[in-house]
C-alpha cells in the first residue's frame, strides 16, 4: 500500500485558517459600503412625477441611490439615480426639502480593503501552491521538479512474493541473490563481492517483469519505488532530470530499497540514434541525469537497487548497459508448457471450477500465451460460465475462452448467404485436409464456419502436442502448403478464387521471405541475412514484418524469385493433395456445412483418411524442378 502523508496537522490547520480569511476579505469588497434602512423601490421615472405633484417631502440624494419620504416620519422610498444636473433645481422649484447623503463610516475600511486585499489575494494563493508542492502533489506548480514515483510499503496481507510468480523459474533464480543481498548485505561486502547496482528485465510484454519487481520487494522486505520512464518527461526543460534527482535523494532516506522503472526505453533510448535533436533534448539530459545518478552511488547508498523493465533492449543507450549501471540482464521469456501450467494454477485459485476441468490440456492448448494472456483467459472462462448461470467453470468454458482469445468473438448474426457458406466451408476443410497431410504440423483440433472477429468468415484452429523451438525448411514449407489449402480447395472444386485467401497469402509469403532472408535457407542466395527484423523487436512466432537491409538490385530480384518459388511450391503441393483427396474433401465439406463446427476424435478420425498415393511422386518432381531451378545462375 502507498505509504500516508505525514504533514503536520497544524500546518494544513493554519493554512486553512488563512485561506478562509483571505476568502471573507474577498467577499467583503464586494458588500454595501454601508446599510441602510429598509425601503420601498420606486422607479426614477415615478420619482420624478411625485416631485412635480408637490407629493414628495424630504429627500437625501446620494451617488448609488435616493431615498424620500412623502410626509415626514412616514414610509422611506428609493430609486436608483439617474445622471441629471438638472435635479436640485426641479427639487428645489417643488419645494423639497434635500440633502446629500454623508460618506459612509466605513468608507476608509473600504478604501483600505481595496489596497490590502490584491496582494492578499495574491499571497494567499502563492501559498496554496507551495504547500502543495511541499506535499508532494502531482498537480501543484512548485512540484513539477518533484519525483512522481509512488512508494509502497505492504503488509502480510497484500506482499507479493516469489511463489504468485510462476512459469519464470530462471529469472527468479537470478533475483533470489538481488533478495539475499538487500537482507544480508554484510555477509557480501565482507567478502568484497560487490552486488550489481542495475538490474534490467528484459522480455516480451505481459510476461510479468512488473510483478516480478514487486517480489522481489516482498521478499526482501523493503521500501519499493515504482515509477515510470514517461512520467520523468515534460514540456519544460530540466524538468526530467530534477525528477530522477528528487527520486534518488529519496531512496537514499528509504536505503535499503529499491528503485522501479518501466519502460526505460522511454529515457533511455540511444543518443547516437539521431532521435535527440530540438525538442527531444530533454530526454536527453534526463538520461545523462540517470547515468550520473547510477554512478554516483557511494558506500552509504550500496543497498539501492535499480531495477528496469523494457520489451525493446536493442534501442537502449550502450551507456546504461555497461558494467556498473545495468550490468545484469534477466530475460523474462514467454513460459513453456510447465510455466503455463503453473501460471494457471495460480489464477485459478480464486475461480471456482469444475472437477473435471484439466489446466494441463488448457495449457498444451495455449502456446505461445504469456502470463497476463492466461490470466486474461482464465477471467473470460470465468465470465462466460457466470454469463451461462453455471455453478462452476467448465471444460468447454476453457475452450471458448481460448477461441474468443485466439479468434475473436463468434458472431452469429453475420449471416452468409448460401454460395458464401458452401466457400467457406470448402476452404476451410482445404486447409485442414493439406495441415493432416504435412509432416511436423500442428495438429487439426477443430474446423468452424461460424464468423469470428473483424473479418474471419470461418477458421482451422491447429494445436500443437508440444512446446516446439525449432522449424527445419520441410516444417516451414508445410506450413506454408497449409497456409494455402484454403485457396487450393477452392480451385479444385469451383475453378476460382475468392478474396478470403488474403490473409493466408499474407502469412505465406513472410514465412518464406524470413525462409530466404532470414534462415539462409535458399540454394541461390546462400547463408546469408538479408532482413533486420530480428534486431527490432521481440516476436511473437519468430516472425515480423521483414525490413530489409540495403540490397543491391539483382538481389533484391533474387529474393523475390526465391520467394515465389517457395510459396508456388507449396501451393502445387496443396492442390495435388486435395485433387487426390477430393472425396473426402467433399464429404468432410458438407458434414461441416450441416454441423457449422467440426472438432475433437470425430474430426480427427475422418482426416486420417487423407491419402498421399500420388503426392509422393508429385513432390518429388516439384523438388526435381526446384533443384533445376536452383542451377540456373543468378548474379546477386
Same mark, same amino acid.
Given at each position: 500500500? *502507498?505509504?500516508?502523508?505525514?504533514? &503536520?496537522?497544524?500546518?494544513? #490547520?493554519?493554512?486553512?485558517?488563512?485561506?478562509?480569511?483571505?476568502?471573507?476579505?474577498? /467577499?467583503?469588497?464586494?458588500?454595501?459600503? !454601508?446599510?441602510?434602512?429598509?425601503?420601498?423601490?420606486?422607479?426614477?421615472?415615478?420619482? /420624478?412625477?411625485?416631485?412635480?405633484?408637490?407629493?414628495?417631502?424630504?429627500?437625501?440624494?446620494?451617488?448609488?441611490?435616493?431615498?424620500?419620504?412623502?410626509?415626514?416620519?412616514?414610509?422611506?422610498?428609493?430609486?436608483? *439615480?439617474?445622471?441629471?444636473?438638472?435635479? &436640485? #433645481?426641479?427639487?428645489?422649484?417643488?419645494?423639497? %426639502?434635500?440633502?446629500?447623503?454623508?460618506?459612509?463610516?466605513?468608507?476608509?475600511?473600504?478604501?483600505?480593503?481595496?489596497?490590502?486585499?490584491? *496582494?492578499?489575494?495574491?499571497?494567499?494563493?502563492?501559498?496554496?501552491?507551495?504547500?502543495? @508542492?511541499?506535499?508532494? @502533489?502531482?498537480?501543484?506548480?512548485?512540484?513539477?521538479?518533484? !519525483?512522481?514515483?509512488?512508494?509502497?510499503?505492504?503488509?502480510?496481507?497484500?506482499?507479493?512474493?516469489? #511463489?504468485?510468480?510462476?512459469?519464470?523459474?530462471?529469472?527468479?533464480?537470478?533475483?533470489?541473490?538481488?533478495?539475499?543481498?538487500?537482507?544480508?548485505?554484510?555477509?557480501?561486502?565482507?567478502?568484497?563481492?560487490?552486488?550489481? =547496482?542495475?538490474?534490467?528485465?528484459?522480455?516480451? *510484454?505481459?510476461?510479468?517483469?512488473?510483478?516480478?519487481?514487486?517480489?522481489?520487494?516482498?521478499?526482501?522486505?523493503?521500501?519499493?519505488?515504482?515509477?515510470?520512464?514517461? %512520467?520523468?518527461? %515534460?514540456?519544460?526543460?530540466?524538468?526530467?532530470? !530534477?525528477?530522477?534527482?528528487?527520486?534518488?535523494?529519496?531512496?537514499? =532516506?528509504?536505503?535499503?530499497?529499491?528503485?522501479?522503472?518501466? %519502460?526505460?526505453?522511454? /529515457?533511455?533510448?540511444?543518443?547516437?540514434?539521431?532521435?535527440?535533436?530540438?525538442?527531444?533534448?530533454?530526454?536527453?539530459? #534526463?538520461?545523462n541525469q540517470l547515468l550520473a545518478e547510477m554512478d554516483g552511488f557511494g558506500v552509504e547508498d550500496s543497498t539501492i537497487i535499480v531495477l528496469a523493465a523494457t520489451n525493446r533492449p536493442e534501442i537502449l543507450d550502450p551507456a546504461l548497459l555497461r558494467p556498473g549501471r545495468f550490468?545484469?540482464?534477466?530475460?523474462?521469456?514467454?513460459?513453456?508448457? =510447465?510455466?503455463?501450467?503453473?501460471?494457471?494454477?495460480?489464477?485459478?485459485?480464486?475461480?471456482?471450477?469444475?472437477?473435471?476441468?484439466?489446466?494441463?490440456?488448457?495449457?498444451?492448448?495455449?502456446?505461445?500465451?504469456?502470463?497476463?494472456?492466461?490470466?486474461?483467459?482464465?477471467?473470460?472462462?470465468?465470465?462466460?460460465?457466470?454469463?451461462?448461470?453455471?455453478?462452476?467453470?467448465?471444460?468447454?468454458?476453457?475452450?471458448?475462452?481460448?477461441?474468443?482469445?485466439?479468434?475473436?468473438?463468434?458472431?452469429?448474426?453475420?449471416?452468409?448467404?448460401?454460395?458464401?457458406?458452401?466457400?467457406?466451408?470448402?476452404?476451410?476443410?482445404?486447409?485442414?485436409?493439406?495441415?493432416?497431410?504435412?509432416? @511436423?504440423?500442428?495438429?487439426?483440433?477443430?474446423?468452424?464456419?461460424? &464468423?469470428?472477429?473483424?473479418?474471419?468468415?470461418?477458421?482451422?484452429?491447429?494445436?500443437?502436442?508440444?512446446?516446439?523451438?525449432?522449424?527445419?525448411?520441410?516444417?516451414?514449407?508445410?506450413?506454408?502448403?497449409?497456409?494455402? @489449402?484454403?485457396? $487450393?480447395?477452392?480451385?479444385?472444386?469451383?475453378?476460382?478464387?475468392?478474396?478470403?485467401?488474403?490473409?493466408?497469402?499474407?502469412?505465406?509469403?513472410?514465412?518464406?521471405?524470413?525462409?530466404?532472408?532470414?534462415?539462409?535457407?535458399?540454394?541461390?542466395?546462400?547463408?546469408?541475412?538479408?532482413?533486420?527484423?530480428?534486431?527490432?523487436?521481440?516476436?511473437?512466432?519468430?516472425?515480423?514484418?521483414?525490413?530489409?537491409?540495403?540490397?543491391?538490385?539483382?538481389?533484391? =530480384?533474387?529474393?523475390?524469385?526465391?520467394?515465389?518459388?517457395?510459396?508456388?511450391?507449396?501451393?502445387?503441393?496443396?492442390?495435388?493433395?486435395?485433387?487426390?483427396?477430393?472425396?473426402?474433401?467433399?464429404?468432410?465439406?458438407?458434414?461441416?456445412?450441416?454441423?457449422?463446427?467440426?472438432?475433437?476424435?470425430?474430426?480427427?478420425?475422418?482426416? $486420417?483418411?487423407?491419402?498421399?498415393?500420388?503426392?509422393?511422386?508429385?513432390?518429388?518432381?516439384?523438388?526435381?524442378?526446384?533443384?533445376?531451378?536452383?542451377?540456373?545462375?543468378?548474379?546477386?
Open positions: 500500500m *502507498p505509504i500516508k502523508d505525514k504533514k &503536520p496537522q497544524q500546518r494544513r #490547520t493554519a493554512n486553512w485558517i488563512f485561506l478562509v480569511i483571505s476568502a471573507v476579505l474577498v /467577499i467583503s469588497t464586494f458588500l454595501p459600503s !454601508s446599510f441602510s434602512q429598509a425601503a420601498e423601490k420606486v422607479p426614477y421615472s415615478a420619482f /420624478i412625477t411625485q416631485v412635480k405633484e408637490h407629493k414628495v417631502a424630504s429627500a437625501s440624494v446620494g451617488e448609488k441611490q435616493i431615498q424620500y419620504q412623502l410626509e415626514p416620519g412616514g414610509a422611506v422610498y428609493e430609486t436608483m *439615480p439617474v445622471f441629471d444636473l438638472n435635479l &436640485p #433645481t426641479l427639487l428645489q422649484e417643488n419645494g423639497v %426639502e434635500f440633502s446629500a447623503q454623508p460618506a459612509s463610516g466605513n468608507a476608509w475600511f473600504g478604501s483600505l480593503l481595496s489596497w490590502v486585499i490584491p *496582494p492578499l489575494i495574491f499571497v494567499a494563493v502563492w501559498r496554496f501552491f507551495l504547500m502543495r @508542492g511541499q506535499g508532494g @502533489g502531482q498537480g501543484g506548480v512548485f512540484s513539477i521538479g518533484k !519525483s512522481r514515483a509512488k512508494i509502497y510499503v505492504e503488509d502480510e496481507d497484500t506482499k507479493i512474493k516469489f #511463489t504468485d510468480v510462476a512459469g519464470v523459474d530462471e529469472a527468479k533464480t537470478e533475483l533470489v541473490e538481488i533478495v539475499d543481498f538487500l537482507q544480508n548485505s554484510k555477509r557480501f561486502t565482507e567478502l568484497g563481492a560487490r552486488i550489481p =547496482k542495475g538490474v534490467l528485465l528484459v522480455g516480451p *510484454p505481459g510476461t510479468g517483469k512488473t510483478l516480478l519487481a514487486k517480489a522481489v520487494a516482498g521478499e526482501a522486505g523493503v521500501p519499493f519505488f515504482s515509477i515510470s520512464g514517461s %512520467e520523468f518527461i %515534460e514540456m519544460f526543460v530540466g524538468v526530467g532530470s !530534477s525528477r530522477v534527482r528528487d527520486l534518488f535523494e529519496q531512496a537514499k =532516506k528509504q536505503a535499503p530499497c529499491i528503485i522501479f522503472i518501466d %519502460e526505460l526505453d522511454a /529515457i533511455g533510448k540511444s543518443r547516437s540514434s539521431g532521435g535527440f535533436y530540438g525538442g527531444n533534448d530533454e530526454r536527453e539530459q #534526463t538520461l550490468d545484469r540482464q534477466v530475460l523474462v521469456d514467454r513460459p513453456d508448457l =510447465k510455466g503455463r501450467d503453473a501460471i494457471l494454477n495460480i489464477h485459478a485459485k480464486e475461480v471456482k471450477l469444475a472437477d473435471e476441468v484439466d489446466l494441463r490440456a488448457i495449457a498444451t492448448r495455449t502456446p505461445g500465451f504469456a502470463g497476463a494472456d492466461l490470466a486474461n483467459l482464465v477471467n473470460e472462462a470465468a465470465l462466460l460460465a457466470a454469463r451461462n448461470h453455471r455453478e462452476a467453470v467448465e471444460q468447454q468454458d476453457f475452450a471458448e475462452a481460448i477461441e474468443r482469445v485466439v479468434a475473436g468473438l463468434e458472431k452469429r448474426s453475420r449471416v452468409l448467404n448460401d454460395k458464401e457458406k458452401e466457400i467457406v466451408a470448402y476452404h476451410e476443410v482445404g486447409h485442414a485436409l493439406v495441415g493432416a497431410a504435412m509432416p @511436423g504440423t500442428d495438429q487439426v483440433e477443430k474446423i468452424s464456419i461460424v &464468423p469470428r472477429g473483424m473479418a474471419a468468415l470461418g477458421y482451422t484452429l491447429q494445436l500443437p502436442t508440444e512446446d516446439r523451438f525449432l522449424r527445419d525448411e520441410a516444417e516451414l514449407k508445410g506450413q506454408i502448403a497449409t497456409m494455402l @489449402g484454403g485457396r $487450393s480447395a477452392e480451385e479444385v472444386i469451383f475453378g476460382s478464387i475468392t478474396t478470403g485467401a488474403a490473409n493466408d497469402l499474407q502469412r505465406a509469403t513472410d514465412v518464406a521471405e524470413q525462409m530466404v532472408t532470414s534462415y539462409g535457407m535458399s540454394q541461390v542466395l546462400g547463408p546469408l541475412a538479408y532482413d533486420r527484423s530480428k534486431q527490432n523487436n521481440f516476436l511473437d512466432n519468430g516472425a515480423a514484418p521483414n525490413a530489409r537491409r540495403m540490397v543491391s538490385d539483382e538481389t533484391a =530480384k533474387a529474393i523475390d524469385a526465391e520467394v515465389k518459388n517457395i510459396v508456388e511450391s507449396a501451393h502445387q503441393r496443396a492442390l495435388t493433395i486435395l485433387r487426390d483427396n477430393r472425396d473426402l474433401l467433399v464429404q468432410i465439406s458438407k458434414q461441416l456445412l450441416e454441423e457449422e463446427v467440426m472438432e475433437g476424435d470425430a474430426l480427427r478420425a475422418m482426416l $486420417s483418411q487423407v491419402q498421399l498415393k500420388d503426392s509422393a511422386e508429385s513432390v518429388a518432381q516439384l523438388k526435381e524442378a526446384h533443384i533445376e531451378a536452383d542451377k540456373q545462375p543468378v548474379e546477386v
